[in-house]
């Protein structure tokens, strides 16, 4: 029978995926993302805007998780719902790894489906914060699929999370950006929750320019294949993981910076800041991401012109990077007095193609240039294995004693072998470290 709407198609693929669906490909990525948000979660616990609204903060207050294309955080408004459903969840029927994996992934191909129905998703956003949209969506379709909602049910879910997502990008590099990723997982397991209890809402919400198409100018939205030709956007398109806490588009800047401080300080020589006379930043257009003067944490995260300086003055970047002590250092002030940009005509804001050209003018009038095409942890050079261990351990350390966060690891590698989930919960609360050991940040 041919489905009538792209809304009951993408409740017919949420109700009908099954692990015999997912491929080795989607579970390894999958597994990686995991790994990823969970450490970034435990980070998150430990800033300002956690402290002050933690229900709301615990994935994305640090700027910190994976970045997929088109332009979206996708595992932070999924994850979090699914673990708080595990351990919710009577103890019989057992949660199992694969059934998180499934679940998972349902939420990430959803947000990926709704994003390839318009151009305007490919680029950098600058109306809507995408993890608001489609990751609220997302939630609802991960929650749906883990509690076995009816194609009925799973239409509705879609039709009220619609109603429940959007957040302005005015509100980026502010400590209210965070609460979107967070009320996008909230919200999207409400609209779950609500569905089950009979409420409904427009069930062509998907269909239509003034449903989800709201949000995205050019929206052309079309019936999903048929699940026995299903094939997961995550097996065509991998996701980025960033190295430290900043915008996707700054680490394109400082692998750049990286390359032409060589030619400027030799061994452990210190930058000579006095002897650079103009630093010139080529880059695509962002708006908010241009913040010559960052005034905090949240707005140095989202400076082109921060983070170049920064690794230029240091040789790198760092989660302590972004300390205010560490913003309002004179030399760094004195530094982005320098930074000039311009945008090159072929330097589109999108994840997939942009650039980073940086050229520093010494005083005497030598002038320095280098270009980074594809930063180390995006999807044409994705992080090893053992780096993004690496950075799981130093995020989850802050909370979680060595030998579990060692054993979080081996449970998240072998996720698929894991016949129930509740070991999973059982080590995410496990003992904290010694404080005389804990690191302060």
Not at 62 to 78: E, K, L, Q
Not at 99 to 104: I, T
Not at 192 to 218: I, W
Request: proline share 6%; net charge negative; charged share 20%.
């Amino acid at each position: 029978m041919a489905l009538k709407s792209v809304t009951e198609s993408f409740a017919k693929v949420i109700h009908g995926l099954s692990v015999g669906h997912l491929t080795d490909q989607v579970i390894q990525r999958s597994k990686r993302m995991i790994l990823d948000t969970l450490g970034v979660g435990f980070l998150g616990t430990s800033t300002e805007v956690f402290h002050k609204v933690s229900e709301y903060s615990k994935i994305h207050s640090m700027d910190f998780d994976d970045t997929w294309h088109p332009a979206t955080h996708p595992s932070g408004a999924v994850l979090p719902v699914l673990m708080a459903l595990s351990e919710a969840l009577p103890p019989s029927p057992k949660f199992s790894g694969l059934d998180l994996l499934l679940a998972f992934n349902v939420g990430i191909e959803v947000q990926g489906r709704l994003m390839h129905f318009s151009k305007e998703a490919n680029d950098i956003p600058k109306r809507f914060h995408p993890p608001s949209v489609v990751g609220t969506l997302g939630s609802a379709a991960a929650a749906s699929k883990i509690l076995g909602l009816s194609m009925t049910k799973c239409q509705e879910a879609l039709a009220i999370a619609v109603s429940h997502a959007g957040a302005p990008m005015a509100n980026a590099a502010t400590q209210t950006k965070p609460l979107h990723i967070g009320n996008a997982a909230r919200h999207g397991l409400e609209a779950v929750f609500l569905a089950m209890l009979g409420l409904q809402g427009n069930k062509r919400v998907l269909d239509l320019e003034t449903g989800f198409g709201a949000f995205y100018t050019n929206y052309s939205p079309k019936v999903l294949p048929n699940l026995d030709s299903h094939t997961w956007l995550l097996d065509q398109q991998d996701v980025a993981f960033k190295r430290f806490p900043a915008h996707l588009a700054t680490h394109w800047v400082a692998d750049a910076a990286v390359s032409v401080r060589k030619h400027l300080v030799t061994d452990r020589a210190l930058l000579p800041v006095d002897h650079i006379e103009r630093i010139v930043l080529r880059i695509p257009e962002v708006q908010y991401v241009n913040r010559p003067f960052p005034d905090s944490e949240h707005e140095a995260r989202h400076s082109f012109q921060y983070v170049a300086c920064t690794t230029l003055l240091d040789g790198g970047i760092t989660v302590p990077s972004f300390y205010e002590r560490q913003i309002h250092r004179p030399q760094v002030r004195e530094l982005l007095g320098k930074v000039e940009l311009e945008h090159p005509q072929d330097n589109l804001p999108s994840f997939n193609t942009l650039y980073c050209e940086i050229s520093v003018t010494l005083k005497d009038g030598a002038t320095f240039t280098e270009c980074a095409d594809t930063f180390y942890g995006h999807w044409r050079k994705p992080l090893s294995q053992e780096d993004l261990q690496e950075k799981f351990r130093a995020n989850a350390s802050r909370m979680l004693s060595c030998d579990t966060v060692e054993r979080l690891i081996e449970r998240v590698e072998s996720l698929e072998d894991l016949e129930d989930c509740s070991v999973l919960i059982a080590l995410l609360k496990g003992p904290s470290p010694p404080k005389m050991m804990s690191k302060s940040i």
